[in-house]
């Protein structure tokens, strides 16, 4: 296992940097170059968190993994990188060849291997189950930007299928069931949905577990939405930006509120496409 962890962050250091290099040759494409920066520091984490799965496979017992990375393997995964350099730096790759590049090494045996040791560590210590969820979101972040483009590389709906690291939990509250319903059909790919019908049955539920999205109406009965931010976020500071709210009624209070608070709000009747966008916004925050 020392040799594996030895092995991936040679190519998350390797991969951080050449996304670095590439996104600094498309300043005339602000949005591609956004997603390369995000990629690339999310590599460099990724290099962080094998460093602390160094540390702890130290003081552990020797573990025997399945698998060893042969050379060629090794070679074999290197070259996409050393392609995406000599390729930017010569400019003799474009943008959607790149993107190919990019989400072919996503799909190599490089992610299934780290899928194997970060699982097999968030097993052993709770302290690799938060690197778990936010792998996760690095891979949706990637997805989530190639939907957008035009062009879609091939492979895209391969990445798509990666087996999930860590899976979200959403939290839904409104009063009215079919609403409540709804929302979990729409959201059924993002993650475990609960649902809750006023602040008073939400508040026991994120004692319980984490939400790394919670979408709530205002207008319900025992405790309303915005009770229930308050005491929320009073107890879990983290889930400050974690909130989407539903208000068939966006008052100059509540707008009030939600502009000091920086929330997001949608209006009801809400657009699918716009719910699904923002909840994907908020589930892709680390």
């Given at each position: 296992?020392?040799?594996?962890?030895?092995?991936?962050?040679?190519?998350?250091?390797?991969?951080?940097?050449?996304?670095?290099?590439?996104?600094?040759?498309?300043?005339?494409?602000?949005?591609?170059?956004?997603?390369l920066?995000?990629t690339?520091?999310?590599?460099?984490?990724?290099?962080?968190?094998?460093?602390?799965?160094?540390?702890?496979?130290?003081?552990?017992?020797?573990?025997?993994?399945?698998?060893?990375?042969?050379?060629?393997?090794?070679?074999?995964?290197?070259?996409?990188?050393?392609?995406?350099?000599?390729?930017?730096?010569?400019?003799?790759?474009?943008?959607?060849?790149l993107?190919?590049?990019?989400?072919?090494?996503?799909?190599?045996?490089?992610?299934?291997?780290?899928?194997?040791?970060?699982?097999?560590?968030?097993?052993?210590?709770?302290?690799?189950?938060?690197?778990?969820?936010?792998?996760?979101?690095?891979?949706?972040?990637i997805?989530?930007?190639?939907?957008?483009?035009e062009n879609?590389?091939?492979?895209l709906?391969?990445?798509?299928?990666?087996?999930?690291?860590?899976?979200?939990n959403?939290?839904?509250?409104?009063?009215?069931?079919?609403?409540?319903?709804?929302?979990?059909?729409?959201?059924?790919?993002?993650?475990?949905?609960?649902?809750?019908?006023?602040?008073?049955?939400?508040?026991?539920?994120i004692e319980?577990?984490?939400?790394?999205?919670?979408?709530?109406?205002?207008?319900?009965?025992?405790?309303?939405?915005?009770?229930?931010?308050?005491e929320?976020?009073?107890?879990?500071?983290?889930?400050?930006?974690?909130?989407?709210?539903?208000?068939?009624?966006?008052?100059?209070?509540?707008?009030?509120?939600?502009?000091?608070?920086?929330?997001?709000?949608?209006?009801?009747?809400?657009?699918?496409?716009?719910?699904r966008d923002?909840?994907?916004?908020?589930?892709?925050?680390?």
């Open positions: 296992m020392k040799e594996i962890i030895k092995w991936l962050r040679t190519v998350e250091h390797l991969a951080s940097e050449v996304y670095t290099l590439a996104a600094s040759f498309y300043d005339d494409d602000p949005k591609f170059k956004k997603f920066e995000h690339a520091e999310d590599e460099a984490w990724h290099y962080h968190v094998m460093g602390s799965a160094a540390e702890f496979i130290a003081s552990e017992p020797e573990i025997i993994p399945p698998i060893a990375v042969d050379g060629k393997t090794r070679d074999r995964i290197n070259s996409y990188f050393l392609d995406m350099k000599n390729g930017v730096e010569n400019k003799t790759i474009s943008k959607a060849e993107i190919e590049k990019i989400v072919t090494a996503e799909l190599s045996e490089w992610n299934d291997i780290f899928i194997y040791v970060v699982n097999s560590l968030k097993e052993k210590s709770s302290e690799f189950k938060y690197p778990a969820a936010r792998i996760q979101a690095h891979i949706k972040e997805v989530y930007y190639l939907e957008k483009i879609r590389p091939q492979a709906e391969k990445i798509k299928q990666l087996p999930p690291l860590w899976i979200e959403i939290l839904i509250v409104d009063d009215d069931p079919m609403i409540t319903d709804l929302i979990k059909a729409l959201l059924n790919r993002s993650g475990n949905i609960d649902l809750a019908h006023n602040g008073s049955e939400a508040l026991k539920l319980e577990k984490f939400y790394k999205l919670i979408i709530s109406d205002i207008d319900m009965p025992i405790m309303d939405g915005l009770a229930f931010y308050q929320a976020v009073e107890q879990f500071p983290t889930l400050s930006n974690r909130f989407i709210f539903m208000t068939g009624d966006p008052s100059p209070e509540r707008e009030r509120f939600f502009k000091e608070n920086r929330l997001s709000y949608l209006a009801k009747p809400m657009d699918i496409q716009e719910l923002e909840s994907a916004r908020i589930l892709l925050l680390k």
